[in-house]
């Protein structure tokens, strides 16, 4: 399995995960454009994608949905209550591409196996994803307001994991966004915070060499450095060594991570 984040942020979000015989786009928060240039910068051609699954309807998860779709005749999976919001915000889609995947719903794309997670998030019914090709295991989870107990059990024992570590508090607190956005960001339905994805993690890594991708930072509200450090903190307090038993990565919001083995 290999895989890739092409764009990560309050900007936009983009993920690339393939096989030898299939390859799939979780989420285009990206301009199509913008989504075409990161595959090419990793070798990928757009062409070999076979279906593109949305993890939810906000705009910085969907922009260059709908162009992708049509330009090569991608079909695109979500659950129903998503789609119903999609609707209108992507284009004209035909009813072959409107593929259905709905939530703990396990599905076959060749040799790769998806299994999609409820997540706590103010969308219709968010999800997050992990994928399977033989025992190699990546897991997807953003956009959440908290990790609960469940979300643990299933995302646990993954190889390598794309992890929101949206924010700082006290960034966030003394930034310039109305209270009602930072109440949002703050609540159970919004995003976690480098603390939160600390502790979450703390949870589910079985120290093996995981790597952990550190994603959706905000623009305003943290910086790479700052989330690496305070996830390091929290993960070595608990024991786990990082650089010998977690390796921590970075994402970035204009451009793609290179393309990772599993």
């Known amino acids: 399995m290999r895989f890739s984040v092409l764009a990560s942020g309050s900007t936009g979000n983009a993920i690339y995960v393939a096989t030898d015989r299939t390859a799939l786009l979780i989420d285009a928060g990206i301009t199509g454009k913008a989504v075409e240039a990161s595959l090419k910068e990793i070798g990928a051609d757009p062409k070999s994608i076979k279906g593109i699954l949305i993890t939810h309807e906000h705009s910085d998860h969907i922009r260059g949905v709908g162009v992708l779709a049509r330009r090569y005749n991608i079909p695109i999976y979500s659950n129903m209550k998503t789609w119903a919001e999609l609707n209108g915000q992507i284009g004209t889609i ?17 040799d790769l196996t998806v299994q999609s997670f409820g997540i706590s998030h103010d969308a219709a019914e968010p999800m997050g994803f992990c994928f399977y090709e033989g025992n190699k295991k990546l897991t997807l989870a953003t956009d959440l307001g908290y990790v609960s107990d469940k979300i643990k059990e299933t995302i646990k024992g993954a190889d390598a994991y794309i992890f929101e570590s949206n924010h700082d508090p006290e960034m966030l607190r003394m930034s310039g966004y109305p209270w009602s956005i930072k109440r949002r960001i703050l609540s159970d339905v919004g995003h976690l915070s480098n603390e939160a994805a600390g502790e979450a ?62």
């Open 201 to 262: 993690l703390t949870d589910v890594l079985g120290g093996q060499a995981e790597r952990v991708f550190l994603a959706h930072l905000s623009k305003e509200n943290n910086m790479m450095e700052l989330a690496k450090l305070t996830v390091k903190s929290i993960l070595e307090e608990k024991g786990l060594k990082v650089g010998d038993d977690i390796h921590l990565r970075e994402t970035y919001p204009h451009k793609p991570t290179k393309l990772e083995e599993l």
């Open 94 to 110: 035909t009813e072959e591409q409107r593929q259905l995947f709905e939530v703990g719903e396990t599905r076959e794309f060749e």
